[in-house]
């Protein structure tokens, strides 16, 4: 039979510490011990530098304890500590949080069994495409193309380049959670979150491989630069990686970003992102539009054209990872990276979708080149336009600002914290293109500026591509 004795010298064992006979006592025989009550101390800490780091490595022991470990070692160490119950209590809390010993719902995703039949992915992606204008106001072409992405969610392990659906609008209240929450139900392996840190969205891509759905992005993204590399990194399979060390030894590790994502959020988002995305722009509902509201859905709705997908896709995934679209010579580069996947499964589709996903992918192209171009592309275009309207190959650094700013809608406005953009400021952009100030012979003398035949390499690699395909 366990004695007093014997309890008392396996909870010193396991505490790696020797507790008070008469704490131990108390705690096995249930009776009252002496200094047991909660009490604060008045003792204080070292004044040295090397106080607070022996508090924090001793939070950081008595985190790794057992809840009665804890429990029967907490006063006694607080006492050592010169801290108050507490104020312990809170910082092994902390310390445990950190190490992920806190309350939080297991990550799940829906099972979804393919149809039974074989699916026409025409007559499908069509379904898609008139439940999104049934549940959300939106433009035909953002209808087609939520519905193109939803499917390619699904082929997303036979394709190469992974465009991020970028779904935006100018205010609130405009039907973007709403859009994000439709593209959830239909897409494979959703994950759901309204913010996220960089830690923990490359290890859940590592692990799970969703479907990625981040809403609320204007609040955080603009913030982390680490997040907004990982998502961009994942544009493309061959560079979806990042590297981290991981462990004691800080052995180094590859993490895979690949995988389907959408960001939602207000206004404009980082260029890098919007130029590796599909821009789906949404508008506020004018009084005469009506739409149904995605809680009254017929229950069997979304999984019945899940369970189509996924048969579609199991039956189609060759096809679509062997194929190589024509691609339209009006999109950039980058724009026909990310149009590709989802003209394969257009392709693959057949019937009107072939040329209707090649449409949308040019409307949407001329649509959003504002919300897509770089600052710098948009300061050599604003240049060119000014040589343009003034008939001139050479020109001052002053009245090529003059120009610049003098219009109160262009950014340059206001581009030095609300004030007009200065020299400095001009010949600094100028420069990321091999562009640099000289003299200038003009109708006042030699001041410094710029002439016509400097920019026009850079217009010719950084503005003129659509011009040319369009001609």
């Known amino acids: 039979m366990s004695t007093v004795k014997d309890f008392e010298r396996e909870v010193q064992a396991a505490a790696g510490f020797g507790t008070p006979p008469e704490v131990v006592k108390a705690v096995a025989t249930g009776a009252p011990s002496k200094g047991s009550a909660e009490e604060e101390t008045d003792a204080k800490p070292e004044e040295d530098g090397g106080a607070a780091q022996a508090v924090a490595v001793e939070v950081e022991r008595l985190a790794k304890l057992s809840p009665v470990e804890y429990d029967l070692a907490r006063r006694r160490e607080a006492k050592a500590l010169g801290l108050s119950v507490t104020v312990l209590d809170n910082e092994v809390k902390r310390a445990r949080s950190s190490e992920g010993d806190v309350a939080g719902k297991t990550m799940e995703y829906p099972t979804v069994e393919p149809w039974a039949e074989s699916v026409d992915g025409a007559v499908l992606l069509s379904e898609i495409q008139g439940a999104v204008k049934r549940f959300i106001v939106c433009e035909p072409e953002t209808a087609v193309a939520a ?25 609130k209240r405009c039907g973007k959670s709403q859009l994000l929450d439709f593209m959830g139900r239909l897409s494979r392996r959703p994950l759901p979150a309204s913010n996220v840190t960089a830690s923990v969205l490359f290890r859940v891509i590592e692990r799970d491989c969703p479907t990625l759905l981040i809403d609320e992005a204007d609040s955080f993204l603009a913030r982390s630069e680490d997040l907004r590399g990982i998502l961009n990194s994942g544009h493309t399979r061959s560079s979806a990686f990042v590297l981290r060390s991981v462990g004691d030894d800080f052995e180094p590790k590859s993490f895979s970003t690949w995988g389907a994502k959408a960001v939602c959020g207000i206004g404009k988002l980082a260029e890098t992102l919007m130029d590796r995305g599909i821009i789906l722009e949404l508008r506020r509902k004018l009084p005469s539009e009506s739409v149904t509201r995605l809680r009254h859905a017929s229950p069997d709705l979304f999984p019945r054209l899940a369970s189509m997908l996924a048969r579609w896709s199991d039956d189609n995934a060759g096809n679509v990872q062997q194929a190589r679209p024509a691609l339209p010579e009006v999109l950039n580069d980058r724009e026909q990276d990310s149009w590709e996947p989802l003209l394969a499964i257009a392709d693959c589709a057949g019937g009107e979708w072939p040329e209707l996903a090649r449409k949308t ?24 336009d000014v040589f343009q309207e003034k008939d001139v190959t050479r020109i001052s650094s002053k009245d090529l600002l003059e120009a610049l700013t003098s219009d109160e809608e262009k950014s340059w406005h206001t581009y030095n914290r609300g004030q007009p953009m200065n020299p400095r400021q001009l010949a600094k952009r100028l420069r990321e293109y091999e562009i640099h100030p000289d003299s200038v012979r003009t109708w006042a003398g030699t001041p410094k500026g710029y002439k016509l035949e400097q920019f026009t390499d850079a217009f010719s690699r950084y503005l003129d591509s659509k011009e040319e395909a369009k001609a």
Request: aromatic share 8%; with cysteine.
């Open 147 to 171: 519905a193109l992405w939803c499917a390619f969610t699904w082929f997303v392990d036979v394709v190469q380049v992974a465009p991020i659906a970028i779904i935006t609008a100018p205010e």
């Open 361 to 384: 992918a040019v409307k949407l192209s001329e649509r959003n080149a504002e919300n897509t171009i770089s600052t710098g592309a948009e300061l050599l275009a604003d240049i060119r």
